[in-house]
């Protein structure tokens, strides 16, 4: 049985709308799951919503509805946004489907069967809108250290996990695999926090009503964080469809941002290894995103719905935009003018111009019709070749570190190339010699063949650019159905195909 690729966010609580922040962990993770379909993997790309817990009960509480009806309402807005990034995910799930409150039940029974669930005493400090217990010592100026808010004192007979068992085996595991926890900077965070102890955590509440019960205590339910992680394997039927399970499990990437590194790559794992399941083979923690220099806050007025982005800028823009400015494990800062520099120098220059350009010669010098090529070669052929040929090991490299600004980095280094090519070999000067007519035919064929390898290589960060360009160049199928690297030897493109200029890809913005 060949393993499916399996990648994931972090479902998303659903206290507020999506924002720049929500979003570029998505994004990120669309790409992944687009570049590995690309190279013919089979691939499973979950995303989804975190629907319980107090913040949201006391939400629904304020806007005088439900909890369900809250999280019904709040999980439009999410699908909505996905769905104008493009984003292909194979399964959204939310943490009040019946099948996840089956699964979640099933594992954590599991787990108190084997006696690593028992009920003890719990005092401590809670956020309430980071759903995070904390010691005293882990408090800064008596607020949470995560979020800076007031905690509040909770004492009430809970059940815990035994968290402290596994720590060795967590330890080892990591200094084992030095891939687990990427980047470096947040691998040797989670070492340290691991080395100086880990304690039991507790993994259910009394007073709350807004969760999945434990089976063998109805009384109590599900702390929202441990009922949220499950979401990993309740989506691919853990415990339901051992087949189907098998086939996705273990996810080789969780792509989460640094604020929950320790649920995912510490209390997580424990929880696998305690049910004796397989860990993920990657827990990738993300940078944070800055507007303009200071944190997103509702009180600064700065924090920005993709919507507002798209609307100016383009689907595909704004996709390329977050995954090429910034470096994908470390924090970013936004701004719209950086924005604008980058949309009209890299896509309306470089490669906007570059497409417009070669269909324009093809039309103008042949009809329209891209012609055979001769043979006939120039100097600058071989750069040009050589180019292409490296150019997807290159990106592949860098996926493979989720590198993906480097990715992009190096399909523009190709777009540079192919732009070197056109100004080089100068096919309006061929066209006025008739002498040069066979060299002209290569030269046009040299550049339409760069623009379907260009084409196949830009369709998992920009969809419809990657499937426009297709269609420009005459090609009546779905790109999605053409593979690299499989498709990047050269000299591919089927001559006599006619071309069609169509609209301007993406159009310089005025300033």
Known sequence: MSKTYYVTTPIYYVNDKPHIGTAYTTVAADALARFHRLKGEKVFFLTGTDEHG????????????????????????????????????????????????EVARKFIQKLYDKGDIYLDVYEGWYCVPDESFWLPSQLVDGKCPQCGREVELVQEENYFFRLSKYADRLLKHIEDNPDFVQPEIRRNEVLSFIRQGLTDQSISRKKLRWGIPLPFDESQVMYVWFDALLNYISAIDYGLDDEKFLSIWPADVHLIGKEILRFHAIIWPAMLMAADLPLPRCVYAHGWLTVEGEKMSKSKGNVISPHELIDEFGVDAYRYYFLREFSFGYDGNFSRESMIVRYNADLANALGNLVSRVIAMVERYRDGSVPEPSGCKGDADAPLREAASEVFGRVDTAMERFAFNEALQHIWDFVDAVNRYVDETAAWDLFKNPSQSDRLDEVLYNQ????????????????????????????????????????????????????????????????
């Open 448 to 511: 339409v063949e760069s623009l379907r390898l260009l084409a196949l290589l830009l369709v998992p960060y920009m969809p419809n650019a990657g499937e426009e360009i297709w269609r420009k160049l005459g090609y009546e199928d779905s790109i999605h159905q053409h593979h690299l690297p499989a498709e990047a030897g050269w000299g591919l493109f089927p001559p006599g195909r006619k071309v069609n200029k169509g609209k301007p890809l993406f159009p310089r913005i005025q300033r």
């Open 54 to 101: 107090q913040h949201v009960a006391r939400a629904a509480e304020r806007a005088g509805v439900s909890p369900q009806e809250w999280v019904d309402t709040m999980v439009v807005y999410f699908k909505e946004v996905w769905e104008r990034l493009n984003i292909s995910n194979d399964y959204f799930i939310r943490t009040t489907d019946p099948k996840h409150v």
